[in-house]
Each structure stands twice: as C-alpha cells, then as structure tokens.
C-alpha cells in the first residue's frame, strides 16, 4: 500500500539554525500538508499546498517557515531559524482531494 | 473557530469489554469528520471518514457514528492489539481541507 516516507526520523539541531524535513508522498496525491505535535498536545495544523502554492497557513507557520516542493516526488518544509519552542513531531500528510489525508510517521525535531 | 472534543482522555478496558470514545464538534459548515488511530512514535493511521448525520462505518472491531454534533467509535470485544490513541479530526467547508484535532483517546486494553 502506498505511503507517506518522512526524512530524517530524527533531528537535533541547535537553536538558531537553519532545518529542512523532507517528505515524500503518495504519487498521485496533489495536496499535501504539514502537521506538528508538541510532546503532549493535539496534532495542530500548520500549512496546506496545492499547485505549487500555499493555500492555506496557520498562525504557528509565520515567516520562519516555508515550504515547497521542489521537484515531482519531495515535498520540503523549512525553519529558518529555529526556536526552543519549534521542539516537535512534524507530520507531512497528502490526499488528493477533501479525502482522508495520509499521514507519514514524523520527523522528531529537537532544538537545544 | 472549530473546535474538537474528545472524552474520555484516557479509557481503559479489559479484553472483549466493549465501549465507546466520544468526539464532539463544532465547526462552521462540516465537510467530513476522521477519525485516526495513533501508536506510539507513529503518525495518525486513517480509520474512517464521515460526512453527513446519520451516517455509520465499520471496520473490525470498529464502528463509527456521527450526529450532527458528536461522533462516537464503538469497540465491540476489544483485544490488546486495538491499544492506540484514537484521535478525531474535522475538516470544514470552505476550508482548504485543513483538519482540526482533538486531543485524543488513549485506550489502553488488558490481555
């Protein structure tokens, strides 16, 4: 069955620096998202992406975050610069249209 | 806002007794209401999707319902294996298919 693949599993950077998670998804899903969980809370929605362009932000995804898709198959998610409280499970999530959206297993981001 | 309400928090129950998780709602306009099952370190695995009042899915051991306000997953005879956090999602019209969350059941089943 397909599914949604997130790089890295894991992530420690140090708190100001720049990180990118990667994900892939399924291959003919056109909408993608992504999702965090902070350790204890519910799964909180950050950004939507159809044809090549946001279509939907939250509050949480302000200018340190971007995303993009940068060719066919990888869907990216960038902190510009990270903060303590970016410390999180991120979730990349596609579904091709307002049907159940697909989730991958996360990348754990650790800021230090 | 929407918002999403899920009791009890955490639910716990021995083989083959048989319950039911509750989420309640409220959003302006419902497109569809998920529900998702979560395991440890894992991201949400869809369950099932229901869109209008009335409406029933089953799968298993699983049954969802949905109200106008409120969905419930039934569990009939549970086994250890069902353990997960369960977590219920609604997606509203007019959105661009965001999906807003609740907290969570965390269902723990005893062998």
């Known amino acids: 069955e397909p599914e949604v693949t997130q790089t890295p599993s894991h992530q420690v950077t140090q708190m100001g620096q720049e990180v990118i998670l990667r994900c892939v998804p399924i291959s003919n899903h056109l909408y993608f998202y992504w999702y965090r969980q902070i350790l204890g809370q519910k799964v909180e929605f950050l950004v939507s992406?159809?044809?090549?362009?946001?279509?939907?932000k939250s509050e949480i995804f302000d200018d340190q975050f971007s995303v993009e898709r940068p060719d066919g198959s990888n869907f990216t998610l960038k902190i510009r610069s990270t903060k303590l409280e970016d410390s999180a499970m991120y979730f990349c999530?596609?579904?091709?249209?307002?049907?159940?959206?697909?989730f991958g297993d996360g990348t754990r981001l650790s800021i230090l | 806002e929407d918002q999403v309400t899920q009791s009890p928090e955490a639910l716990r129950l021995q083989e083959g007794e048989s319950s039911s998780l509750n989420c309640s709602y409220t959003v302006s306009g419902l497109r569809g209401l998920f529900w998702y099952r979560q395991d440890p370190g894992k991201g949400p695995e869809f369950l099932f999707t229901?869109?209008?009042a009335g409406e029933e899915k089953e799968k298993e051991r699983l049954k969802a319902t949905l109200t106008k306000k409120e969905s419930f997953l039934h569990i009939t005879a549970p086994k250890p294996e069902d353990s997960a956090t369960y977590l219920c999602?609604?997606?509203?019209?007019?959105?661009?298919?965001?999906?807003?969350f609740g907290k969570g059941t965390l269902l723990t089943v005893n062998p």
């Open positions: 229901l869109y209008s």
């Open positions: 999602a609604v997606q509203a019209a007019g959105s661009n298919y965001k999906l807003t």
């Open positions: 992406f159809y044809n090549n362009e946001i279509s939907e």
């Open positions: 999530a596609s579904s091709e249209a307002a049907g159940p959206q697909h």
